[in-house]
């Protein structure tokens, strides 16, 4: 048991060790779970969420100290985690008697089971198959055979069944159990009721919930209530789980958008049962408000009983080559799974088309209409059937070059528009309806889409004249939006593609009118379903003709970028105002822990905290500080009381964004920051999340410029590829663990390396250690090679990051100073010198030092990853990883045609015959190379004395390189050995010519 007094000069468990294996399968299964998330309901539009069980680890490793005993250390940080057997079970729903019965032995039925029916003949130890023992009870007069059903015994205690559950889970694979298991936050203190006698036992603590123990630690390392703060809180995941768990919370962000959804998620998502009722009943007032407003109108009913469900409208262009005016729809399909189709119907007089909604009778009359009048930005038509035009949409606008500016012959819409002139480019077009009714004598729905009649065209009218009469008391009021659209990298495309200058025109009058209604109506909580409203009625969503229903829409920023789009759906009050009623989930939040939100840039923090934990803005990150303002333009002059206070503006110039110079020296500012608001003994962890290595190095020298020093650094799969939509490329976190650098040390470039390769022996040998500990008890370790050479990196810039002055020079002038393109900076070399002395190190087993030293980086890549997928660890993440590691700047080469995000591989000899043998490829004129192509040849029947020769041949430097040679095959047939064969991936044949060719080149007489 811990003493609070030794708390605080003790290391934070998170610089020990973290169960990073573990927290990849849970995080895969937070963001497997979609719209479940937790804080996903506030704002879907915001993408970039690190898992809230991914934070809670990082609060609680700050948070409890480690002790002398590491397995102690991390059975305890798995049982508040929710990741022990006995909560597995838990999450599993309880595993019952007869189950258990059946896998457990050793177990003696009479001790712990009743028996029903109490005659059954069962065996007195398990396991035992209860079918095995089927007995004969009286049924509704009629014999029948039941197999005994078992109960626990009534003296049983809850800990005594946990513990026998736990026996029997049904995987050995946490992964596989987990996959069947809730998440731990979905069952709240269920989870969590049977590990506090153990927990106070061992830190010395009195508590029954988290807020509880989260108090008692805190004043015991801080002397108060934790404070923890991220002044990049973006969606507001870090804050929400700090308070979740019972610390203070301190968040911040620049943009005002970030910090609404963060206040959502403790005034809404955290709020008390009693606060959403009111919550719920408010957003019910405001959709029948606004839809009382809409019916007054008239304007999406046909008086015939229909209301319409989806308004559909196009784009229209006058073809410059016919003078035909012609509607652009990619494709003529309306609704896929009512086989409606849109077919265009010439009126020679007037030259434009009428367009008719036809149900037809077979797919394949669907399949026929899949083309529309717009491809690949093309305009497609043929007004007799005959003669088909064809004119680029770049033509028809004028698209034109002057200097390094795109222009064309656009006007630029001004800020009373709201709907095209008659003498624009570009015009807007309804062209079909879906309407919807009651079916008698039910709570169902008939549906019918239709093509646009001239009542439609009225009640269109009606729209138009009612919006353009109030547009501009509505934009005075700031119920609508009246601010101009900033050029940028996302915003250019509105303005160059349509001419839209203001935000407003990114919404038709049926949508200007519905969101300037639900503006004006809503307070500050009904604003996060404006948001979603916003996000899901704008012109920039997509009709999807394949969806269920006829067709559906999809939102917005289904991609972080604003496309404009040739056809979109307008969806009517009826239909959109579901989305004012969507609850939020819940999950009420501790009410006398502090939590506060403020709209500043980190620079400008002023306050004290004791833990910050970060997820920081990068180089690849979405454009929040651009895509935003699509939001903030509607509550620009008119915010909520409750965000008044903030800034609504996005403050592009001020955000930190990009790679570039202003990136590193914002960022350097903001650590620096924190640096100067925490205690000595505080603690930062800064998350991130890139594919790039500079920014990998960047964030080496922005720790250095800020005082810090790095402690540990773990590595977590946190993205999924539904997550990313980026095909093979699934990303994770990297964890950095900083601490303030308290002393002024200097050394020399000759001594780090000795130093260096201490500190990255003892820290990989320590999680070595403890991971065969873990390993002799449970078929699953800790960590991979992956997790050490992470931990190898964090060794190597412990020791690095410590010193002040290194070479007489000051490593904070140093770090601040600006990068120039393609120059190595004193610090890189430093780093780069750091990473090499780490991954040295990491030497695969049955190979020694010199040898792995004498091997090119390519041949460590490619034997390290036959380790890696030796232990099934397959994901394209740690093939980037490593050959950034190894400095293997091709490795796509190396890889299977057919590898995937998470199913990646290398190619076996067999797959790269003779490819890459010579030239310029990395692995050519390389020993493995030339191994690898004698494998493919010995499966080819190849003489065995035939192949040596070609080995002799191809392979530099023979002689010397023999003995290496065999314990690279030797190696190679262990490896392969254990893969599962595919149809064409054959492993296993590989193995075997591997072990003939060691065998071989050890009995050569040369």
């Known amino acids: 048991m811990l003493k609070p007094l030794e708390w605080q000069d003790r290391p934070a468990l998170i610089e020990h060790l973290f169960p990073v294996q573990k927290l990849s399968v849970e995080s895969y299964k937070e963001r497997m779970a979609s719209h479940g998330q937790h804080l996903v309901s506030l704002g879907a539009f915001w993408k970039g969420r690190k898992p809230l069980i991914l934070n809670k680890a990082c609060i609680l490793g700050a948070l409890l100290p480690t002790t002398e005993d590491s397995l102690q250390d991390l059975e305890m940080f798995e049982l508040l985690m929710g990741m022990d057997s006995q909560s597995l079970a838990i999450r599993q729903g309880r595993i019952k008697p007869n189950a258990i019965a059946q896998c457990v032995s050793g177990l ?89 006698p153990r927990i106070n036992a061992f830190y010395g603590t009195n508590a029954f919930s988290f807020p509880e123990f989260i108090e008692q630690i805190g004043i015991a390392r801080f002397g108060h209530r934790p404070k923890v703060a991220d002044v990049f809180c973006g969606s507001g995941q870090i804050p929400f789980e700090a308070a979740r768990l019972g610390c203070d919370v301190y968040a911040s962000d620049l943009n005002p958008i970030a910090c609404m959804l963060t206040w959502g998620a403790f005034n809404i998502v955290g709020a008390s049962p009693e606060q959403r009722r009111n919550i719920d009943k408010a957003q019910k007032e405001l959709a029948e408000k606004v839809q009382q407003e809409i019916d007054k109108l008239g304007i999406e009913t046909d008086g015939q009983g229909w209301r319409a469900k989806v308004f559909l409208y196009c784009i229209e262009v006058i073809c410059p080559e016919s003078g035909w005016t012609v509607p652009l729809l990619p494709t003529f399909i309306i609704g896929q799974s009512y086989q409606v189709i849109a077919k265009l119907k010439p009126i020679p007089a007037e030259k434009r088309y009428d367009i008719d909604v036809v149900y037809v009778a077979t797919d394949k009359e669907v399949e026929a209409a899949k083309l529309g009048t717009i491809q690949d930005g093309t305009v497609i038509h043929s007004p007799d059937g005959e003669t088909v035009y064809r004119v680029s949409i770049n033509t028809i606008r004028g698209d034109y070059k002057e200097g390094k500016d795109n222009k064309n012959r656009l006007r630029p819409w001004e800020k009373s528009d709201f709907m095209p002139r008659p003498d624009d480019i570009f015009q807007e077009r309804l062209y079909c309806v879906q309407w919807m009714r009651p079916k008698p004598n039910s709570k169902q729905f008939e549906y019918q889409f239709r093509a646009v009649s001239e009542d439609d065209l009225k009640r269109e009218r009606i729209v138009i004249d009612y919006v353009a009469k109030q547009l501009a008391d509505w934009q005075e009021q700031g119920f609508i939006p009246d601010s101009v659209i900033e050029a940028g990298d996302k915003t250019d ?17 049926r949508q200007l009118l519905f969101h300037k209604l639900v503006n004006e109506l809503s307070d500050a909580t009904g604003k996060y379903n404006f948001f979603q409203a916003l996000n899901h009625m704008s012109k920039l969503t997509r009709w999807r003709p394949q969806a269920g229903g006829g067709g559906g829409s999809a939102a917005t920023f289904d991609n972080q970028a604003l496309n404009t789009l040739y056809n979109y759906p307008v969806r009517s009050t009826g239909s959109i105002s579901n989305l004012l009623l969507t609850k939020a989930n819940s999950s009420t939040l501790p009410t006398y822990s502090k939590k506060s939100v403020k709209c500043h840039s980190a620079q400008h923090l002023n306050i004290e905290n004791d833990i910050y934990i970060t997820d920081p803005p990068y180089g690849d990150a979405v454009k929040y500080e651009e895509i935003t303002e699509f939001f903030i333009a509607w509550l620009r002059k008119n915010p909520p009381a409750e965000f008044a206070h903030w800034t609504w503006d996005s403050r592009r110039s001020l955000a930190i964004k990009g790679e570039d110079e202003g990136f590193r020296q914002g960022m350097i500012a903001a650590y620096r920051n924190m640096a100067q608001h925490m205690p000595d003994h505080g603690l930062q962890v800064l998350m991130f999340t890139h594919q790039s290595g500079a920014i990998w190095s960047d964030m080496t020298t922005i720790i250095w410029a800020s005082g810090l020093q790095v402690t540990a650094a773990w590595y977590v799969v946190t993205e999924t590829d539904s997550a990313l939509r980026q095909g093979a490329n699934v ?62 990196y964090a060794a190597a810039l412990k020791v690095l990051t410590a010193y002040s002055v290194i070479d007489g020079k000051d490593m904070v002038v140093e770090s601040e100073q ?189």
């Open 108 to 196: 003696i039925v009479a001790d712990w089971f009743e028996v029903t029916p109490e005659h059954a003949d069962v065996p007195d130890i398990t396991p035992f198959d209860v079918n095995d023992f089927p007995c004969e009870v009286m049924r509704n007069n009629k014999k029948q055979t039941v197999a005994p059903k078992l109960s626990w015994r009534t003296t049983i205690s809850e800990q005594q069944k946990l513990h026998w559950e736990a026996q029997a889970l049904p995987y050995n694979a946490y992964r596989s159990n987990v996959s069947i298991a809730k998440r731990p936050e979905e069952l709240i203190d269920e989870v969590h009721r049977h590990i506090w």
């Open 493 to 509: 495309e509105p303005i160059r593609t349509r001419g839209w200058t203001h935000w407003h025109h990114l919404f038709n009058a």
């Open 731 to 792: 990303k994770g976190t990297i964890i950095l663990i900083l601490r303030k650098r308290h002393q002024h040390l200097e050394t020399f470039r000759d001594d780090l390396g000795w130093e260096i390769e201490d500190a990255v022996k003892q820290q990989v040998e320590s999680l070595i250690g403890l991971d065969q500990s873990v390993r002799a008890h449970h078929p699953e370790g800790l960590y991979t090679d992956a997790d050490l050479q992470m931990a190898g």
């Open 818 to 1006: 600006p990068r120039r393109k393609g120059i190595k900076t004193f610090v890189d070399e430093l780093i780069d010198f750091a990473v090499q002395t780490a991954v040295q190190f990491l030497v695969p087993v049955g190979f020694d030092k010199g040898e792995w030293q004498k091997m090119t980086a390519v041949e460590r890549f490619y034997l390290k990853m036959a380790e890696m997928e030796h232990q099934n660890l397959k994901t394209l993440d740690n093939y980037q990883n490593f050959a950034k590691a190894f400095k293997v700047h091709h490795f796509d080469q190396l890889m299977s045609d057919s590898s995937k995000a998470n199913s990646a591989r290398l190619k076996l000899g067999a797959e790269m015959k003779g490819h890459l043998m010579s030239g310029n490829a990395e692995m050519a004129n390389t020993p493995m190379r030339a191994l690898l192509y004698a494998l493919f040849e010995i499966q080819k029947d190849v003489e065995v004395e035939d192949v040596l020769l070609h080995l002799m041949e191809n392979c530099p430097n023979y002689l010397a390189n023999k003995k290496l040679l065999a314990k690279m095959a030797d190696y190679l047939a262990e490896k392969r050995g254990t893969l599962k064969p595919g149809k064409t991936f054959k492993p296993d044949q590989e193995a075997s010519a591997a072990r003939i060719l060691a065998e071989a080149i050890r009995n050569q007489r040369v």
